[in-house]
Structures are given as structure tokens and as C-alpha cells.
């Protein structure tokens, strides 16, 4: 088994400062993602869930410990630096899909590839392989207005995927979406950990979802705890 380490926090500690307090979001956080796994991050609306995402993506420093992404430790990198790991090793799935309305599904899911310029023939092969995957083969042509919710929230699987990261960060992934939409693309999501070669944190609230991964932690008043 390949326990490649993509993702780690090591006693991370995140505290704001306010006007006459000192708030300690997160505790002494320690955890690591290894290759290929599927976790999840559970915890109750205030319990640091965001924070801790901000500071796995790299757009946050901690107050104190170290976060790194694929060894490298994002605290000692520049804007510039974080932001091209970013889009060479990770993927993100926000609450809200962030589709931009003039472009086609396809070009929505090849925009991580333009920012590094030109599109190569192989690229935009892969990113008709992964609407195919998710289950829009007939859709690529199509603009977020002509899609679904569900839809477009596969498009952003996609996108996430499209420059084949290490892992993708899901931050409610289908907190916009109703019930029987919210299961299929739970399910397109395991199914797509099971087939590609990337790891996925799921951040969610859902306690039916958490159970089905393989790894599971609960954040409480800002300590996390591996449930397994």
C-alpha cells in the first residue's frame, strides 16, 4: 500500500486577535492525508471547519505548527509559490460551484490549464474524459445556465480534477443541493476516488456521509479527533 503523505498538519494552532480577546479557533491540530485516501472532516457550524480549510489550501498561515502540502511547508512560500502548488497538486470543490456563466462546461473545466497558457490536445482530451465521467458526455457545450445545479457541481468535480492533483479540498460539496441530487454526486464522488489516483478531504456536516469514508475526523471547539 502506498502511504505517500500528500497533505499533514503538525500541532497546528490558529488564534485571532480581537479587540480585547484573544480567540483560539483551532488546537493543536495534527493529522495526515496519505495518497488515494478519502476522508472526512465533520464538525457543527463555529467549530473551526473553515479556518482549517483556509489553512490547508494555503490562503491562511497558522499562529503556530506547520502545515505541508506534498513536503512542502506552505508557510515558508511566497503568494506567488503557493498559488502554483495550488494548481499543480491541489483541487478544490466549493460550496458553491464558481462556474464562469460565458464559458461552456468544457472550458470552465480546462481553466486551471489556461492559467498556465496555451491548452494542449491532451489536456482537453482528459477534461472530455472527466465530464464523461461524471456523467456529462452530452453536456460539454452547454453553459452553467443550461445546467442543473447537480450538473454544474459536476463540472466543478471536473475542474477540480482537470490537472490530475494529488487531492481535492470539498468544502460542502452539495450544501446547495437537494437530497436525491446531494447522493449522486456523493456517490460520483466515492466512485471517483475509487478510479483515480487522487485523495479527497471532504468538509461536511452530513454524519451519514462521514460514515461511508474510510477515514473519518470530528472537529469540536477546534480539536480534531480521527474517529478512524
Not at 19 to 31: A, R
Not at 120 to 134: I, T
Not at 207 to 213: G, M
Amino acid at each position: 500500500m502506498n502511504r505517500e503523505t500528500v497533505l499533514q498538519c503538525q500541532h497546528v494552532s490558529r488564534r485571532f486577535k480581537l479587540i480585547n480577546e484573544t480567540v483560539e479557533v483551532l488546537k493543536e491540530i495534527d493529522f495526515a492525508i496519505h495518497r488515494g485516501e478519502m476522508a472526512s472532516i465533520v464538525g457543527a457550524s463555529g467549530s473551526g471547519k473553515t479556518t482549517l480549510l483556509n489553512l490547508l489550501a494555503g490562503l491562511d498561515d497558522p499562529t503556530e505548527g506547520r502545515v505541508l502540502m506534498v513536503d512542502r511547508e506552505l508557510r515558508s512560500m511566497s503568494d506567488r509559490e503557493r498559488a502554483r502548488l495550488r494548481n499543480e497538486h491541489m483541487g478544490f470543490v466549493f460550496q458553491f460551484h464558481h462556474l464562469l456563466p460565458e464559458f461552456s462546461a468544457l472550458d470552465n473545466v480546462l481553466m486551471p490549464c489556461r492559467i498556465n497558457g496555451r491548452i494542449q490536445k491532451a489536456e482537453r482530451e482528459y477534461a472530455e474524459f472527466l465530464l464523461e465521467k461524471v456523467g456529462l458526455k452530452d453536456r460539454i457545450v452547454h453553459r452553467p445556465a443550461e445546467l442543473s445545479g447537480g450538473e454544474r457541481q459536476r463540472v466543478a468535480i471536473a475542474r477540480a480534477l482537470i490537472r490530475q492533483p494529488d487531492f481535492v479540498l470539498m468544502d460542502e460539496p452539495t450544501g446547495n443541493l437537494d437530497e436525491e441530487t446531494s447522493e449522486q454526486v456523493h456517490g460520483l464522488i466515492i466512485e471517483l476516488n475509487k478510479t483515480l489516483d487522487s485523495s479527497f478531504i471532504v468538509v461536511t456536516h452530513n454524519q451519514d456521509w462521514a460514515k461511508e469514508h474510510p477515514v473519518q475526523f470530528k472537529l469540536t471547539k477546534g480539536q480534531l479527533t480521527q474517529l478512524r
